[in-house]
């Protein structure tokens, strides 16, 4: 009887020493999304037609602070059109695997007079927004992204395996619920060559548009194409031409 119970609690104690070696090492399967620096140009089209050139670029401002930053562009008979260049910047923080946007600001380049500028205070759980000089304050329920910081978030589904998420988003001035999946897989034509992407569609409330994201998983962060899809409007896409990473 003893040399059973012996034999019994030796067993018990190899389980649980086994128990805690796959929890210890679980973690570890899904690896550590890291933060790389680049410079991507873009070209933008609506249908078919090349109307302007953009630049989507990621870098580390100090501070433990990154930012994205979008620039744009018209060319050809849209240059002749308007002289805008429609610019953006969202500022963030990692903390404990949490993505915390601290600024976002969206302008015509070379502006001051600022279209819309947003401070997020996570302390407080607040964000200041001021859009179009109209001032209000909204309360944060969880982290927040916005249409630079889905694609880190969805660098972080493909690292996960992840499949759908529901997130707050930022969308022109408010905080919506807006829902990411994975669609499917495709092989696509971007930056001179045939590449596989994993497509994620993405739809918010109150907005009847929904965006396409193509990803190849072994560069996630950068996006190889972006549409934009609504009803009775011609698609608008954003196609990768090239990049430099740093």
Same mark, same amino acid.
């Given at each position: 009887?003893?040399? #059973?119970?012996r034999h019994?609690?030796?067993?018990?104690?190899?389980?649980?020493?086994?128990?805690?070696?796959?929890?210890?090492?679980?973690?570890?399967?899904?690896?550590?999304?890291?933060?790389?620096?680049?410079?991507?140009?873009?070209?933008?089209?609506?249908?078919?037609?090349?109307?302007?050139n953009s630049?989507?670029?990621?870098?580390?401002?100090?501070?433990?602070?990154? *930012?994205?930053?979008?620039?744009?562009?018209? *060319?050809?008979?849209?240059?002749?059109?308007?002289?805008?260049?429609?610019?953006? #910047?969202?500022?963030?923080?990692? /903390?404990?695997?949490?993505?915390?946007?601290?600024?976002?600001?969206?302008?015509?380049?070379?502006?001051?007079?600022?279209?819309?500028?947003?401070?997020?205070? +996570?302390?407080?759980?607040?964000?200041?927004?001021? *859009?179009?000089?109209?001032?209000?304050?909204?309360?944060?329920?969880?982290? /927040?992204?916005?249409?630079?910081?889905i694609n880190?978030?969805?660098?972080?589904?493909?690292?996960?395996?992840?499949?759908?998420?529901?997130?707050?988003?930022?969308?022109?001035?408010?905080?919506?619920?807006? /829902?990411?999946?994975?669609?499917?897989?495709?092989?696509?034509?971007?930056?001179?060559?045939?590449?596989?992407?994993?497509?994620?569609?993405?739809?918010?409330?109150?907005?009847?548009?929904?965006?396409?994201?193509?990803?190849?998983?072994?560069?996630?962060?950068?996006?190889?194409?972006?549409?934009?899809?609504?009803?009775?409007?011609?698609?608008?896409?954003?196609?990768?031409?090239?990049?430099? +990473?740093?």
């Amino acid at each position: 009887m003893k040399t #059973e119970k012996r034999h019994n609690l030796s067993s018990l104690k190899c389980f649980i020493g086994l128990f805690l070696f796959i929890f210890n090492i679980t973690p570890g399967v899904a690896e550590e999304l890291k933060l790389r620096s680049f410079d991507a140009n873009f070209s933008l089209h609506i249908a078919k037609l090349h109307v302007a050139n953009s630049r989507l670029s990621l870098s580390q401002t100090g501070g433990g602070l990154w *930012r994205w930053q979008t620039s744009t562009k018209p *060319r050809g008979v849209y240059g002749l059109l308007s002289n805008k260049k429609p610019y953006s #910047e969202t500022t963030f923080s990692l /903390v404990s695997g949490h993505h915390l946007i601290q600024n976002i600001l969206i302008s015509d380049e070379g502006d001051k007079n600022l279209y819309e500028k947003t401070d997020f205070d +996570w302390q407080k759980k607040q964000a200041q927004i001021v *859009r179009e000089k109209v001032i209000h304050t909204t309360t944060l329920d969880g982290d /927040v992204y916005d249409y630079h910081s889905i694609n880190w978030l969805i660098a972080n589904m493909i690292k996960t395996g992840k499949t759908e998420l529901e997130v707050d988003f930022y969308l022109k001035g408010v905080i919506v619920k807006s /829902v990411v999946k994975k669609i499917h897989n495709q092989n696509i034509d971007a930056s001179g060559q045939t590449l596989s992407a994993w497509v994620y569609e993405q739809t918010t409330i109150s907005s009847r548009s929904k965006f396409r994201y193509y990803f190849n998983p072994k560069t996630p962060l950068l996006p190889l194409k972006i549409e934009k899809l609504k009803p009775g409007k011609k698609t608008a896409t954003l196609l990768l031409k090239s990049v430099i +990473w740093h």
